[in-house]
């Protein structure tokens, strides 16, 4: 269990963010633009509506771990959205609440006084075996389900993704046959299970193993090689069941609302059941690693969107042993034969690419493949307010026909 180490300071004297329920993508933008190395108090909603927007979860944990890396010293404060005998248990039952949990220096109640830290991280912990076990039911929350490895936690290395530690591997992840039956247990879970007879199982398998071999090579070291000192890398399945016509659906975001149209046509109900799977981490981002170096304020927005497109073509890698540099570029070819969405939030940068539903195919990986667009801006790719590690969202629309 972590320690905590934050220092004595009255609540009054420190840089304070506060997310009401409703706050959507923008508010989350802008919240991330005031991040400083002040020591900071930061009072998320225990239940965010956000979560029930594609991508919501991703960018909410990120959000969460980005706070706590650039802050001195960072003071989680429970929100006042809930019943006090229920907050906690709701915040810790979200992605994005866990993560803030386990990478905060102190944990405080309602009041912004009481110190729970101890309490919390108790409740961390006991879910953290809940994810070990697999016991997925008990882990849903409004059709989602997170699995969260702390590696400054005790049970960091969660049985539905690794190996017992006891086992003789090269690779302590799970083989692609194990994450066939994790996806398959989780589309279960959230009610797909009529719809497994349609879907690739193993090309989203493989695809999800991929993203998170990437976070488990790349994510728990800083530049240098050296441990941080505190990491999370999680993965979020979630169900979303959307009205391509309605633009409520994307919760305000552009580029979610022209991908869902996009299957208007296609929709054989008044709405299309799309998978949603998130993988996020407290990495250096996938620049820095591209490049093995710190980026710096110098460092061109163009150099960076370049440093991340070749993360995603085939032999690029910074891992320099046999069998890697192709797990990225295999996540676009699936992302393409399926008609799916992946949006990529690391660094300064906040990039999408989706895949015409109508035009799927198994061609083989393109330039054109990896021609990332900005979220936010048309014309060009523009600074985002800088974040801690990755956050990569994919959507897959499940039971069309091949």
């Known amino acids: 269990m972590i320690a905590s180490g934050a220092d004595n300071f ?5 840089v304070r963010e506060r ?8 508010e989350a933008r802008i919240s991330l633009s005031r991040i400083n190395s002040s020591p900071a108090v930061l009072q998320l909603p225990n239940k965010w509506k956000l979560q029930s927007k594609a ?10 771990a980005t706070w706590s890396a650039r802050s001195k010293s960072l003071v989680l404060r429970l929100g006042d959205d809930e019943p006090k005998d229920k907050a906690a248990e709701a915040f810790i039952a979200q992605m994005y609440g866990i993560v803030a949990a386990m990478l905060a220096d102190r944990v405080v109640g309602r009041d ?5 830290s101890q309490a919390i991280w108790r409740m961390c912990q006991e879910r953290t075996m809940l994810m070990n076990r697999g016991d997925f039911r008990s882990l849903v929350r409004g059709k989602s389900i997170p699995l969260v490895c702390a590696d400054h936690f005790p049970l960091w290395r969660l049985q539905p993704l690794y190996y017992p530690s006891t086992l003789e591997t090269r690779d302590p992840i799970r083989a692609v046959g194990d994450f066939e039956n994790l996806i398959r247990e989780n589309l279960r879970v959230l009610g797909q299970e009529h719809r497994l007879a ?13 993203l998170f071999a990437n976070t488990h090579h790349h994510a728990r070291t800083d530049i240098a090689g050296n441990m941080l000192t505190r990491s999370v890398r999680g993965v979020n399945f979630a169900l979303r069941s959307v ?17 869902y ?9 008044s709405q299309i059941p799309f998978a949603e799977i998130s993988v996020i981490d407290s990495g250096p981002g996938l620049a820095a690693r591209r490049c093995n170096k710190a980026l710096t304020p110098d460092t061109s927005i163009a150099a960076e969107v370049a440093l991340v497109r070749d993360c995603f073509k085939k032999e690029a890698s910074s891992f320099k042993t046999m069998g890697h540099g192709w797990g990225l570029p295999r996540v676009m070819q699936i992302l393409k034969s399926s008609g799916g969405f992946i949006k990529v939030r690391t660094g300064r940068l906040s990039l999408y690419r989706w895949f015409d539903p109508q035009c799927r195919n198994d061609e083989v990986a393109l330039e054109d493949d990896v021609d990332f667009k900005d979220t936010e801006f048309d014309g060009g790719i523009e600074a985002h307010a800088p974040v801690t590690g990755a956050a990569i969202t994919i959507l897959f629309p499940l039971g069309l026909s091949s």
């Open 10 to 14: 009255h609540l009054e004297e420190v």
């Open 55 to 64: 991508t919501g979860p991703a960018i909410a944990a990120q959000l969460a």
């Open 261 to 269: 149209r996009s299957f208007a046509s296609l929709r054989t109900a």
């Open 112 to 116: 912004g006084e009481r110190d729970v």
């Open 243 to 259: 009205d391509p016509t309605n633009r409520a659906f994307s919760g305000g975001l552009r580029v979610l609302g022209e991908y």
């Open 19 to 26: 997310l009401s329920p409703t706050a959507n993508f923008s």
């Open 198 to 210: 349609g879907i690739d199982i193993g090309a989203i398998a493989i695809l999800v193993r991929e």
